[in-house]
């Protein structure tokens, strides 16, 4: 398996987040998950751990290792994103754009409903 059995999003993304040796390392890891047939190495899996790991290669194999169970990981993933739900089936340019309209669509409802009481976001004393 190469990098190149991997959709595009993903690819760019481990090649963007990590340096260039880690990245083969992090390829070779992925490749072996997969050949074991390892739930842990689908798309969905891999952009979550790629995204949990946030360009930190020992990161990356820390979550893989203390996970029983991949949906762990998906819910962690989501939970960190802040948009619950959509179980990073998607490519990582469709995620940046979910992430986008769901801030425009809350800035417009904000706007629409208008705003919040002044005292609303003051500190309780």
């Known amino acids: 398996m190469t990098s190149m059995d991997l959709p595009k999003d993903i690819v760019e993304r481990v090649k963007r987040d990590f340096q260039k040796e880690e990245a083969a390392f992090i390829f070779d890891q992925i490749s072996f998950g997969r050949r074991v047939k390892s739930i842990f190495y689908t798309d ?13 290669v020992l990161e990356f194999c820390k979550i893989l290792l203390r996970s029983y169970d991949y949906r762990d990981i998906l819910m962690e993933a989501e939970q960190k994103s802040g948009n619950t739900g959509h179980y990073f089936h998607v490519s990582f340019d469709e ?7 769901i801030q425009q669509d809350l800035a417009q409802r904000a706007e629409e409903e208008g705003s919040l009481p002044g005292d609303f976001h003051q500190e309780k004393e």
């Open 44 to 56: 969905s899996c891999i952009r979550a751990v790629v995204y949990l790991a946030n360009g930190n």
């Open 95 to 101: 995620i940046e754009k979910i992430n986008l309209r």
